[in-house]
C-alpha cells in the first residue's frame, strides 16, 4: 500500500513549509524590515531638520534689514528686526535668567526700566559697560531697575556676573528666542549678537531714551542715559 510518500522524500514541516527553509526566509524578512525601518527613519529625520532649517530660515527672510547705523572696527553691519524709536510703545519681550525662567519687560510694568544690550561679556568694552551701570544701579531711585542683555548663554553670564561681584542689577540672556533683539532691531545679521544700545522705558511703557552705539567697539554715553532716568 503507497503511503502517499514516495520512498527517500523529506516529510513536510507543520504547516506545509519546506524544513530548514521556514527560517532562513524568516531571517531574510526581519533584516529587510529593519533596513526598511531605518531607512524610513533616517527620511524622518532629515526632513525634519530640514524643515526648521526652512522654518529659520523663511523667518529671518521676513526681518526687515537696516544698514548704515552701526560699524565694527569701521566694517558696516546690517542689523535685523523693527526700529523702535523714541516715543514708541516698547515691544514687550522675552529673555530668560540665570535658571533658564522667562522674564519679560512686561513683569517690570510700573517701573522705569534701563536696559543695556551688549554684544558678549566675554569682550572688554561689554564688560566695562555692564560693571559701569552695576555700580551706578546703586545711586538710582527705587522705582528704576536696570537690565542687562546679551546673547551670552546664562551659564556664561552666571560666571561673569558672580567673578565681577554683578549684584545690583539683572543679567539677562537673549540667546533662547532673540525676542530682544528681533523686536528692538539690534540683532547682527551674521553674527547673532545685538548692537550695543541703551534703552529707557517709562512707567507708562513709552521710550523715552535711546541709543544705539554707531562703532560697536565703543562705549555708550552713560551720562546721557544716567540723565534719563533721574
Request: aromatic share 6%; proline share 5%; hydrophobic share 40%.
Amino acid at each position: 500500500m503507497e503511503t502517499g510518500l514516495k520512498a527517500g522524500a523529506a516529510a513536510p514541516a507543520r504547516g506545509g513549509a519546506v524544513s530548514g527553509r521556514a527560517p532562513r526566509m524568516g531571517c531574510g524578512l526581519r533584516y529587510e524590515g529593519l533596513v526598511a525601518l531605518l531607512a524610513a527613519g533616517l527620511t524622518l529625520a532629515s526632513g525634519c531638520c530640514m524643515m526648521h532649517a526652512r522654518m529659520r530660515s523663511e523667518k529671518n527672510m521676513v526681518l526687515k534689514e537696516r544698514t548704515g547705523v552701526v560699524t565694527m572696527k569701521g566694517k558696516p553691519l546690517t542689523l535685523l528686526g523693527t526700529e523702535v524709536k523714541v516715543g514708541d510703545k516698547a515691544p514687550d519681550f522675552r529673555v530668560v535668567e540665570s535658571g533658564f525662567n522667562p522674564v519679560k519687560l512686561s513683569d517690570f510694568k510700573g517701573r522705569t526700566v534701563l536696559i543695556s544690550a551688549v554684544p558678549s561679556l566675554d569682550t572688554t568694552v561689554c564688560a566695562l559697560q555692564t560693571k559701569r551701570f552695576n555700580e551706578e544701579a546703586d545711586k538710582l531711585p527705587d522705582t528704576v531697575v536696570v537690565l542687562t542683555i546679551s546673547e551670552d548663554l546664562p551659564f556664561a553670564q552666571s560666571r561673569f556676573c558672580g567673578a565681577e561681584k554683578i549684584q545690583k542689577i539683572k543679567v539677562l540672556s537673549d540667546s533662547v528666542w532673540r525676542d530682544f533683539g528681533e523686536k528692538y532691531g539690534i540683532l547682527i545679521q551674521g553674527m547673532g549678537l545685538l548692537a550695543r544700545s541703551v534703552w529707557v522705558i517709562s512707567p507708562e511703557g513709552k521710550v523715552t531714551y535711546r541709543e544705539v552705539v554707531p562703532e560697536l567697539t565703543n562705549q555708550p554715553d552713560y551720562a546721557k542715559a544716567l540723565a534719563a532716568v533721574k
